[in-house]
Each structure stands twice: as structure tokens, then as C-alpha cells.
């Protein structure tokens, strides 16, 4: 169990801030909905040889809602001592300076820690480092994304093609734009394992838009199991749901490892001998050339302006547009 030393409703940003000034070792940040202007006062405060990461998710309309910023790498990518990561099934708050812990209810936003009129009411409680948040700070890790300047341009260029459409709903910080099941990927879904499926990309949203009758048994399960990995919200057009899908999928593990191998130009050998050693395909049985070939069709189908393929006498040789 964890022992609880102290509760605070008042004053949050100063408890954290005073947090961040005793802190010699390590900070972890953990959060949701996190805002640039948050960050950059915490970071005034932090020592500079002290560790800091930061985790956080990044989901398309809470991004262009306002309620998150991904702008915060641009506070972090130069410092060596600092890593931002993502973990796409993030809901818990929680602050760790050195062997103090601090969780509770409120995001790293100006809403939930500044005391004002408009902010929310919320509880953090002060405890002591323990096993079980050892436990939760390696699972964490195990759950995550690591971002580097590369995910920031491809998440931060899809953004802004976003931007100026017509959001169907606002969201706040409680998340209230998505019902229960649309916005939680399911615990038991490892997204370090994640291969595609559908041989034929456009076959998700037509199973998205229950036009099952289109589909053979094998194409419904194999779209079921991979939106499963997403969080879609629902009644999306088809433009909508293909951009939330590109955005998602650019801060999956397996696109992120691929991507860093792309260097110059590889064969479709090189590249389905990649994905079997890296992913282990032979051990679980996974055909590794028949994967390489579907999660290329969902590279040129869903990131066509990042990777494009020429297809030669003996080999389809994929490379990265400058």
C-alpha cells in the first residue's frame, strides 16, 4: 500500500514547483493533457544535471482541441538529460521528484493547477517511492513511444493539415468527446506486437462504417483486430478517419523502428528480414514477407507523402522522400 503523508487541493503549480527545487536526482512526469506554458515553469526550477521524463499521449482532436500541446518537445529535445515518451492508453496523473510521489487527479494544464474562477477542482495526494510505483514506473516504460525529432515532424505535419477542418466535437480535459470504449485502447493489447492485418487498407473504414456486407469473414476480422489498436472515435468521414489512422500510426512501434532502418533506400528483402528478426514473427508463427508486404501497403496508403517504393526486375525497393 502506499503511504499517504498528505493531501492538497490548493496551490498545485506551487507544490510542484517547490517539488522541482528540492529535486537532485530525477523527476517523472506523468500526464495526459499537458500545456507548454506548464512545462516551461517547471522546467525554471529544475537543476541542470537532474533526469527528467515526461509521459504523455498525443490524440488527434485533443491535440487540436487545445487541452494538450505537443509543442512541449521543443521545451525538451536539447537537453540530454530529458526524454518525452508516449503511451497511447494514458489516463494517470502522477509526479515523481527523487522518492516523492505525487498523484491524484490533475493534468499538467493551467485548468487543473492554477486556482482561478474557470479552473477544476482537483486532489493530489504526497506519498513515498514504493514497489508498487516502481511497478507502475517499469510498466510505463514497457507502454511507451520515445519521441525524436522525426515522430514530432510527421505527428506535427498531419496537425496542421488538421487544423483548419471543423472539429465534430470539443473536448476538455475530461475527455467527454469519447464514449468509454472509443477512447481507451484495451489493457490486454500490446502495441509492441502489432503487425498489421488488412491486406487492403481502404477495407478500414469500410468496416468502420459497418458496410460488413462488402467484406469477406477473414477481412472483418482482420479490421476488427486492428482498429482495436487506435483510438477512433466514432462517426468520422472518411478523410477524418484516414488522418486520425496516419496519426496514430506514425507513434506505433513498429513504424518507429522501421523508419529509423529506412536509411537511404532497402529492399524488400532487407526489409521483411528486418521486421521478422525485430518482431520475432518466426517464433509466433507470423509469415514475415506477407507482413512486410501489408505494412507496406499501409505506408503508402496512410504516409504516401513520407515513403514511396519503386518496383524494379527483381524487388520492390522502399525509400523516404526528402
Not at 491524484?104 to 487543473?112: I, R
Not at 501489408?294 to 513520407?306: A, G, N, P, V
Request: net charge negative; with cysteine; charged share 25%.
Amino acid at each position: 500500500m502506499i503511504n499517504t503523508r498528505s493531501f492538497h487541493y490548493k496551490d498545485l503549480l506551487s507544490l510542484l514547483e517547490n517539488s522541482m527545487t528540492r529535486v537532485d536526482n530525477e523527476v517523472v512526469l506523468v500526464a495526459p493533457f499537458i500545456k507548454h506554458s506548464i512545462i516551461e515553469i517547471l522546467l525554471q526550477h529544475l537543476k541542470d544535471k537532474t533526469k527528467l521524463t515526461v509521459y504523455t499521449r498525443w490524440r488527434l482532436d485533443e491535440i487540436l482541441s487545445g487541452v494538450s500541446d505537443i509543442e512541449i518537445w521543443e521545451l525538451i529535445r536539447d537537453s540530454q538529460n530529458m526524454s518525452l515518451k508516449l503511451s497511447p492508453n494514458l489516463h494517470a496523473k502522477y509526479y515523481r521528484f527523487d522518492n516523492t510521489v505525487i498523484l491524484g487527479s490533475a493534468n499538467l494544464t493551467a485548468k487543473a493547477l492554477i486556482t482561478n474562477a474557470a479552473s477544476n477542482f482537483e486532489l493530489l495526494q504526497t506519498s513515498e517511492l514504493n514497489d508498487e510505483c516502481r511497478s507502475f514506473e517499469m510498466a510505463l516504460v514497457n507502454q511507451s513511444v520515445e519521441v525524436n525529432n522525426e515522430l514530432f515532424k510527421q505527428v506535427k505535419r498531419i496537425v496542421e493539415q488538421s487544423e483548419d477542418r471543423e472539429l465534430s466535437n470539443e473536448v476538455n480535459e475530461l475527455g467527454i468527446s469519447y464514449d468509454a470504449e472509443d477512447s481507451i485502447i484495451a489493457d490486454h493489447l500490446d502495441l509492441y506486437q502489432w503487425i498489421p492485418r488488412t491486406r487492403n487498407p481502404e477495407n478500414l473504414f469500410v468496416y468502420y462504417s459497418k458496410y460488413h456486407e462488402l467484406l469477406t469473414d477473414v477481412q472483418i476480422k482482420h479490421a476488427e483486430i486492428d482498429l482495436s489498436f487506435f483510438p477512433i472515435k466514432r462517426g468520422l468521414n472518411k478523410e477524418v478517419f484516414e488522418e486520425s489512422i496516419s496519426f496514430y500510426l506514425v507513434q506505433m512501434p513498429v513504424i518507429r523502428k522501421i523508419d529509423e532502418f529506412i536509411i537511404g533506400s532497402k529492399s524488400f528483402g532487407e526489409m521483411a528480414n528486418f521486421l521478422g528478426r525485430e518482431f520475432k514473427l518466426n517464433i509466433r508463427d507470423i509469415d514475415h514477407k506477407r507482413s512486410w508486404q501489408t505494412l507496406m501497403r499501409w505506408l503508402l496508403y496512410f504516409i504516401s507523402d513520407k515513403y514511396d517504393v519503386i518496383v524494379n526486375k527483381y524487388s520492390e525497393i522502399i525509400f523516404k522522400k526528402k
